[in-house]
């Protein structure tokens, strides 16, 4: 069974800082990861995805994300916070490519906040 | 924007009362699937599709109950409410973009059971 394990519920960082959030999966057979985005009492949108054409991933927004195996993780990054970046991220994993049959696995989220 | 409604957007329903939500896609993709979200437990997969008549059980399935008889359309039923299905209710499609596939979601179902 795989499982994504998103290390800090809540991530506050100041306008223009770093922003990282921590993403670990396990996964029985090479995964495919994703980062969605939520904004308030919307749908999720998709950030970017990694399905093993290169292991650091460029996405929408200014964000990229790391694919390390020997870490199983999968952290996402953006070098200068923006205020319209506070939004709740996911993290999610499949054993086949955009879910395929059996959907995704999510998880649980981090909540980002920007300080002005 | 996959071309994915949801309905209805908001939902108050009481214990022991059937519901059904739909989605409704315009594209015609094989997969889609049902998600509930709910505070610290991120999303988690209800019921999926993989074509008309043909769905599946997810993490989650107790409770629901699914239909698919158009390719269009994905219903989600719950045969009698309960206040722990009290939550926000999301639909996806799989839709295929390049050599993989990416899962877009709709603007999801508030359902509230008093």
């Known amino acids: 069974a795989q499982s994504v394990t998103q290390l800090g519920s809540h991530v506050s960082v100041s306008e223009g800082a770093l922003v990282l959030l921590r993403c670990n999966y396990s996964?029985?057979?090479?995964?495919?990861l994703f980062w969605y985005v939520q904004y308030p009492n919307q749908g999720l949108q998709l950030l970017l995805k990694?399905?093993?054409?290169?292991?650091l991933v460029k996405g929408i927004n200014g964000f990229e994300a790391e694919f390390k195996k020997s870490e199983t993780s999968f952290h996402l990054t953006k070098p200068s916070a923006h205020m319209s970046d506070a939004a709740e991220y996911f993290c999610?994993?499949?054993?086949?490519?955009?879910?395929?049959?059996?959907?995704?696995?999510f998880g649980k989220g981090t909540h980002l906040i920007i300080q002005p | 924007d996959a071309g994915i409604t949801q309905s209805p957007r908001h939902k108050v329903t009481e214990t022991g009362t059937p519901v059904t939500l739909r989605c409704h896609q315009t594209?015609?993709?094989?997969?889609m699937y049902w998600y509930r979200q709910d505070p610290g437990h991120g999303l988690r997969l209800i019921h999926y599709s993989y074509g008309v008549k043909d769905t599946d059980k997810g993490e989650v399935s107790d409770g629901y109950s699914v239909s698919r008889s158009k390719t269009e359309d994905f219903l989600l039923t719950l045969e009698s409410a309960t206040s722990s299905q009290t939550s926000v209710y999301f639909c996806?499609?799989?839709?295929?973009?390049?050599?993989?596939?990416?899962?877009?979601f709709g603007p999801g179902t508030r359902l509230t059971v008093t």
């Open positions: 990694y399905t093993s054409a290169a292991t």
């Open positions: 594209e015609n993709h094989r997969y």
């Open positions: 999610a994993v499949s054993d086949s490519p955009g879910g395929g049959a059996d959907g995704l696995t």
């Open positions: 996806a499609i799989s839709v295929r973009r390049k050599s993989s596939y990416e899962q877009y």
């Open positions: 996964s029985s057979v090479p995964p495919y």
